[in-house]
C-alpha cells in the first residue's frame, strides 16, 4: 500500500516483536579476528540485563575469538535465549562471506516507510515484523522507517547517515533505532578526521536534501544509498570515513 505524506509506503501494523526468542548480535570476521567485538558483546550484555535481569557468561569474548579463528573473512552471528530457572543459551554460528559484501561498490536502492514505532534498542531475534516490512516494500530495495511524526529512523538491517555540505548527521540513539556499533565507530572516525558529526532528529525533508546517504551495519560496514556525484566535501568525507573503515580491526 503507498503511503501519503511523502512516504513511498505505509506499514500500519504495530511494531511488535517477542524478547522471549532472545537477542543476537552480528560480527564481521576479518583474518581470523572479529572486529570491534568486545563493543558488539558489550551491547548484547546490555540487553540481556535489561530484558531479563541476566549476564553473559565471562567467557563468551574467548568463545568468539576461538569460533573466529581460521576464518579470512566471515560472518559470526551470537545467539542469546533466556531459559527458564537457568542461565541464557548461547549459540554461534559462522559463515564466510563474499569481498563484495563488505563496503560494497554497488548503490542501495531506498525506499521510505511510514510506521507507528522505529525497533527499539534491542537487536531480537524476532523480526518478523520487519520481515513483513521488507517483504511490502519488495526484493532490491531497503526500506527506511519514518515515523508518521516524520521523523527519520533507520532501515530494517542498518542506522542512516546524511551528508550534506561536508557535515554527517544521524539520528539519535533515543530508543527508538537500534544503537549500532558500526554506526558509533563512524561518529568516532568522522571526529578524528575533523568531519563535523552531529546526532539530531532528521526528517523527509533532510533526506531528500542530503548530498549523500550512506548505511551503516556491521557486514557492509558502510555503503551509499544515494550519491549526487561530484568532488565537493561531502564525497572527500564519504571516502575518508569508508578508507577508515576499511582497514579498521579494533577489538
Known amino acids: 500500500m503507498h503511503a501519503r505524506d511523502g512516504a513511498q509506503f505505509d506499514f500500519d501494523a504495530a511494531p511488535h516483536a517477542d524478547p522471549a526468542l532472545g537477542v543476537f548480535e552480528t560480527m564481521l570476521v576479518r583474518d581470523g579476528c572479529p572486529v570491534w567485538a568486545g ?64 563496503l560494497p561498490a ?50 530494517t538491517r542498518a542506522n542512516v547517515f546524511l551528508l550534506r555540505d561536508g557535515v554527517l548527521t544521524t539520528p539519535p540513539a533515543d530508543g527508538a533505532i537500534l544503537p549500532g556499533v558500526t554506526r558509533a565507530v563512524v561518529l568516532e572516525h568522522a571526529r578524528r578526521l575533523g568531519i563535523a558529526a552531529r546526532e539530531l532528529a532528521l526528517t523527509l525533508a533532510d533526506l531528500r536534501a542530503a548530498d549523500i546517504v550512506l548505511l551503516s551495519g556491521s557486514l557492509a560496514l558502510l555503503e551509499r544509498a544515494r550519491d549526487r556525484g561530484g568532488a565537493g566535501a561531502s564525497a572527500q568525507a564519504a571516502r575518508g570515513l569508508a578508507a577508515a573503515l576499511s582497514v579498521d580491526g579494533d577489538q
Open 106 to 155: 554497488a548503490e542501495a536502492t531506498l525506499v521510505t516507510v511510514l510506521v507507528r514505532a522505529g525497533a527499539g534498542a534491542h537487536k531480537l531475534i524476532d523480526r518478523a515484523w520487519l520481515g513483513r516490512i521488507e517483504a511490502l516494500v519488495g526484493p532490491g530495495v531497503r526500506p527506511l522507517l519514518l515515523t508518521r511524526s516524520g521523523a527519520l529512523l533507520e532501515t
Open 39 to 102: 563493543r558488539h558483546i558489550e551491547r548484547l550484555a546490555a540487553s540481556v540485563r535489561a530484558l531479563y535481569d541476566a549476564e553473559l557468561a565471562p567467557e563468551l569474548g574467548a568463545r568468539v575469538a576461538q569460533a573466529a579463528a581460521g576464518h579470512a573473512l566471515a560472518r559470526l552471528r551470537v545467539d542469546v535465549v533466556p531459559r527458564a530457572g537457568a542461565s541464557a543459551g548461547v549459540e554461534i554460528a559462522v559463515t564466510e562471506l563474499h569481498r563484495g559484501r563488505v
